[in-house]
């Protein structure tokens, strides 16, 4: 792109004035169409060290109020960010609807510097760049605008605008090693930016290329194509997201009605190797710690199937200082406002720790889809981006374990039942609770599709039987030990 790129036309000074004053009230009216109309915007600067970015964003805002945006500056990942995988902190950063985030530099800089310095392989690349492509597409998929600017100026004038920040002592700090490098190796790192832009320029999300030799020509382009992406977005807001096909290999399941629930083990069995596992288990968890292996469980099942107890015998196991348990209910506001999965990818646990989710993001296709608090084009585009989700974190290095809780409606009355009338249980049972069971069936056809349809070889599925609560604890113990101590193997290898 930047190699084909011929630069922006020239304007005379009153005709760059007269657009610059009708971008910049139309981008005032439009703040407000946003809020309206909760179209979320997130607005990614790069480019070249010394071509203006910043500068810019201050000009842009200043036709925004305070109050519906944010600007982030993405320097260089801290220590704490490094162990999350690569996009949890862009993820992080997605504005609420109707509101704007800019992000002075993002995943293209994090990702073309580690290429240029030598710190990432081919093979690595190219799975950032796929990661890349998917979280963008996500976002667009879900009703967000992304607009991604590539700020652009020649070897010639980044030395002449190095030269003369440095000469002042004031500016002297805004010019690092890394422009210095940069201007030093401008062919090897133009190369590199012009195939990431465009291995990622992505109809969707496309790139604009600003020439920036001016600033207030590089104001005007970035108001002018701002204002334009919105009005486009605004006009789209109501159309279909094509559903794509599921790209990845897949675990053959079967259905719940064809699982035997007789599974039982006595009290004593239970009892001796309850001790024995999590005696294991908790030698485990140390040298997961040692090991940097981050573990995500996640337990999905019918009300009153038991995950409770299940998650207190796997945390009993555990060091408190190296798990957290995540109860997930209705979504809070803040949470409702941005993607579905924002609030999971905020909540991952960093290298050797464990997270475990009461309750998960497959709340998409089960309560989401059948209580009608998302379109049927959402909860169907759903299972594909919850694989890829899934998949971002296990090629981070992450073993997912995910337990469906299956008991028969019989047992589930039993537990109901027993609940309601006794006093120190009447917490656990709601009018919800009663409002769910009459819809069995509709939720047995959804989670039968949703396992068939996200079971990954990466992230398989596991049924716990839970007519008798021991025999499936005893179960998910075993399958957690199992799959830790597989994964402890791998990272020898």
């Known amino acids: ?241 094509p559903l794509l096909q599921n790209v990845f290999p897949l675990v053959r399941m079967p259905k719940l009605a064809d699982i035997d629930l007789n599974q039982t083990i006595s009290a004593e069995e239970y009892k001796t190797k309850l001790k024995v596992l999590q005696a294991r288990l908790r030698d485990l968890h140390n040298e997961l710690y040692r090991r940097k292996i981050p573990v995500v469980i996640a337990y999905e099942g019918w009300d009153a199937a038991g995950k409770g107890g299940n998650i207190k015998r796997i945390t009993g196991a555990m060091d408190p200082r190296g798990f957290e348990v995540h109860p997930i209910a209705s979504p809070e506001p803040h949470e409702k406002a941005r993607h579905y999965l924002w609030r999971f990818w905020t909540r991952l646990p960093k290298t050797g720790h464990v997270a475990i989710f009461d309750r998960t993001w497959y709340g998409r296709v089960m309560v989401e889809r059948l209580e009608g608090f998302c379109s049927e084009n959402d909860w169907k585009r759903a299972y594909n981006e919850i694989n890829e989700f899934e998949k971002e974190l296990a090629d981070w290095g992450a073993v997912i374990i995910k337990f469906w809780v299956q008991i028969d409606k019989d047992t589930q009355l039993a537990r109901f039942t027993d609940r309601q009338n006794t006093p120190e249980k009447q917490w656990k049972i709601t009018d919800e609770d009663w409002r769910n069971r009459e819809k069995w069936d509709q939720y047995e056809v959804a989670i039968d599709e949703m396992i068939q349809k996200t079971s990954t070889v990466y992230a398989p599925w596991y049924v716990l039987e839970s007519n008798d609560k021991r025999y499936a604890r005893i179960k998910a113990l075993e399958i957690v030990i199992a799959s830790v101590e597989k994964a402890l193997q791998q990272k020898k290898n």
């Open 1 to 241: 792109m930047l190699k084909e790129w011929s630069g922006f036309e020239k304007l005379e000074e009153d005709v760059l004035q007269t657009r610059l004053e009708a971008a910049r009230n139309r981008l005032f009216v439009q703040q407000m169409e946003l809020k309206t109309h909760k179209l979320p915007v997130l607005v990614l600067m790069e480019g070249w060290g010394t071509a203006g970015k910043g500068s810019t964003i201050g000009k842009v805002i200043r036709n925004i109020d305070p109050r519906f945006f944010k600007v982030a500056t993405m320097d260089i990942p801290t220590e704490e960010e490094k162990r999350k995988p690569f996009l949890y902190r862009y993820f992080a950063k997605i504005p609420e609807a109707g509101k704007f985030m800019f992000l002075d530099s993002g995943w293209m800089d994090e990702i073309t510097t580690d290429r240029l310095r030598g710190g990432m392989e081919l093979s690595e690349y190219a799975k950032k760049i796929d990661s890349v492509k998917r979280f963008e597409r996500q976002l667009t998929d879900n009703g967000y605008l992304v607009v991604k600017f590539f700020f652009h100026i020649s070897e010639k004038e980044q030395k002449k605008r190095m030269k003369a920040l440095e000469e002042d002592s004031n500016t002297s700090w805004r010019v690092s090693r890394k422009e210095h490098w940069q201007n030093k190796h401008y062919e090897k790192c133009l190369e590199v930016y012009d195939r990431y832009l465009d291995s990622t320029n992505l109809p969707s999300s496309p790139w604009y290329i600003v020439d920036a030799k001016s600033k207030k020509l590089a104001e005007l382009q970035v108001l002018e194509q701002l204002v334009s992406s919105i009005d486009i977005a605004l006009q789209n807001a109501a159309l279909a997201v």
